[in-house]
């Protein structure tokens, strides 16, 4: 990221240090010629706009432009998530005990009817976190553990119908029996069953919620042996690990936070300068949402941190004001609801941000998933959560002061041949509204300066604006330095070749200018030098 921008903001100083490496390879080539003319040779040219160098920072930015032209520069970050629906919302395990006997009046019966048949039904209520009213559930995972013990000296059977639980299309009605044993007259029964794929209704027919409820029905053969009214059959229920894929009803306020984390928005990490402002930035957030029910999200904070550890905290009414995220009604279960939200300078200090120049930003969402309007039928999924996406957009529309910048080459003066006189001419069309200056300073190997060109002098005036920062025309400029045949030589000992640069939006760096797609620079570097033969 911050190579491809940098190499945005200093595309004209490499071009123009490209152009200075073929002069000196120019020089070289011309070796020790036999004639002494007067010659004028262009070594090099070139025409560029922002627009021919996608290919490079599209690994990094992505870059646009605006209706009106003007360059776009985009980062898209990773996503921040909420925690998934099944680690916030949860059914815990459930225990259920009914017990039932025969009467007097059954008992006397029995003897001359052989067969009994008795009916009951019981009602429960579901656990729940949180106060959670529930409706109905699909479950991915659980079993339900059965278990009945009896002290009926008689064979029977007895059937669970479990009203609310639907499994493989049909009501949940398992049935068991036992023969009678003299020597081992109690009843003991357990039985397991896997609930994945079960559809649980909570609301026993539409009139409540958090209800579950099962019919027993107990068959009783006599078998000559006394039943008392003591006698029993009791049933245990275990419903163990409960996972929900879909579950409805009303669901408590639940809190929520993203994993804090942290962009290396280093965008803008090796820029220098007195002044640098864009007029527009922003971020764009995108919430995601799968939750059947309405979430609000907070930024807990974006901070910013510069090169020195300085840092600079987001404010304004985006941070003081929770966001209301849209969310999927009950047509649309199994769907997501997109929310956009802008950052901008109307409603955060994001102009300042970035003039801070942050190489990093830090930053933490807070959400809460809320109660909707009890009318208003809810639902979540196990993989409900609420994600937001985040692109900072930084419009090429703003002001450099003295953006400054510092590049070492490797370069092998001894290659040089030496000349009486050469000037360098750079000759330059310059449709972009930025002015730029530069020097070339030669170091010998012990870094120790040799020779400075083009001290002070810009390279590149800027192009005509007018009243809104657009070039209208471009600027055309010459630039002549003069090597003397010592200052070659000396050079012959140069083993580093560094590049000053110095960029101002306009003129000096107090306009805001637009830079826009098609804006252009076209450069060419002439050579004029004086052979002796």
Known sequence: MRKSFFFLLTILPFFLISCFGEFFNDLNKMGNPEWNPSLGVPVASGSFSLAEY?????????????????????????????????????????????????????????????????????????????????????????????????????????????????????????????????????????????????????????????????????????EGQPISSGDSLIVNLQMSNPRFGKVFGKFAQRNFNTEPDTVFFSLLDSIMADTFYLANPQINLAFSNSFGLPVSASLAGITAVNTQGQTMPLSGTIINNPVTVNYPDINQVGQAVNTTISINKDNSNIDQLIAFLPVELRYQFTGNVLSADPQTEQFVLDTSQVTGNYEIVLPLSGRVMNFSSTQEFDFDGSTLEPLNETTLIVHA?????????????????????????????????????????FVVSPTESTVEVTLTAAQTERLQAAKKLVLLSTLNTGIDGSRVVNIRMDDRVQVSVFLQTKINL
């Open 54 to 222: 996608l290919d490079v920072v599209a690994d990094s930015i992505t870059i646009s432009e605006q209706s009106d032209g003007v360059v776009v520069l985009s980062y898209s970050g990773p996503p921040v998530s909420s925690p998934f629906a099944e680690k916030m919302i949860a059914v815990p395990d459930q225990q259920f005990r009914a017990a039932i006997g025969l009467t007097n009046t059954e008992i006397g019966g029995l003897p001359v009817n052989l067969t009994l048949t008795k009916q009951a039904n019981y009602s429960f209520t579901v656990d729940t976190q949180e106060a959670d009213l529930l409706d109905s559930m699909v479950l991915k995972s659980g079993v339900l553990d059965m278990s009945i013990t009896g002290t009926f000296p008689a064979s029977g059977s007895v059937q669970l119908v479990f009203n609310p639980i639907t499994l493989n299309g049909n009501t949940f009605a398992p049935s068991f029996s036992w023969t009678y044993d003299p020597a081992n007259p109690q009843q003991n029964i357990s039985s397991s069953v896997d609930l994945a794929g079960a559809n649980i209704d909570f609301t026993n027919g539409g009139s409540t919620t958090n209800n579950f409820n099962f019919d027993l029905v107990l068959t009783i053969n006599y």
């Open 429 to 469: 069309t310059n449709g972009l509204p930025l002015t730029v200056s530069n020097e070339l300073v030669f170091l010998d190997v012990t870094g120790q300066p040799l020779d400075t060109l083009f001290s002070g002098q810009s390279l590149l005036e800027s192009g005509v604006l007018d009243e809104n920062g």
